[in-house]
Each structure stands twice: as C-alpha cells, then as structure tokens.
C-alpha cells in the first residue's frame, strides 16, 4: 500500500522547446504541401533532395518560402542541410537568436 506522501508518477510534459520544433514540422509540412507540391507527410529523418524530391529549384523555393514564413534569414548554412530535421534544428537556432 502506498502511503500518501508519496509522489505520483511524473507525467511527461512537452517541454517549450520540443512543442516549437513540433509547430515548425507541422509549418514546413504545409510549405510543403502548398508550394513544393509534396503530396505525403514528412518527418525530420526525410532527406530534403532524396525522400521528398526536391531538386535544386525547389529547395531555393522552399528557402524562400522558410524565411518569409518564419521571418529568418537562414544564411550558407543551409547549403549543409540534408534532412527535414536539420531544417527544423536550423529554423528553432534562428528563431531563438531573434527573441529576446
């Protein structure tokens, strides 16, 4: 029997910064759907040029379309990003520079 000073199970909230990263899939989802045409959900390990597709073109769009949507400037890093979650991981670095 469990006495009543015992703490309950810790439940796992979703820290603030895990639910931004979960908003910026979900707007990169919808970048995705509405100006690259990709019609099927992605996920952080989706390579941007292998898994979605994306040729040359369409990761300047994309670029384009991430720093107007997120209001970033993602510099030459993004000539390193391979996956949907280096992208994710780049725009929450940005976003953070930009809040006070």
Known sequence: MQ???TPAP???????AA?????ILAR?????????GVTR???????????????SLS???LAVEVEDRFCV???EEEQDLRTVGDLCDLIERRLA???P
Not at 10 to 16: E, F, G, Q
Not at 19 to 23: D, S, T
Not at 28 to 36: F, K
Request: aromatic share 0%; glycine share 8%.
């Open 3 to 5: 006495s009543s000073s």
């Open 10 to 16: 810790a439940s796992s909230p979703v820290a603030p």
């Open 19 to 23: 639910e931004g990263a979960i908003e």
């Open 28 to 36: 990169l989802t919808e970048i995705a759907h509405a100006s690259l």
């Open 41 to 55: 959900s992605i996920a952080r390990d989706d390579t941007l040029t292998g898994t979605l597709g994306l040729d």
């Open 59 to 61: 990761l300047i769009s």
């Open 73 to 75: 400037v993602l510099g």
């Open 97 to 99: 520079e930009v809040q």
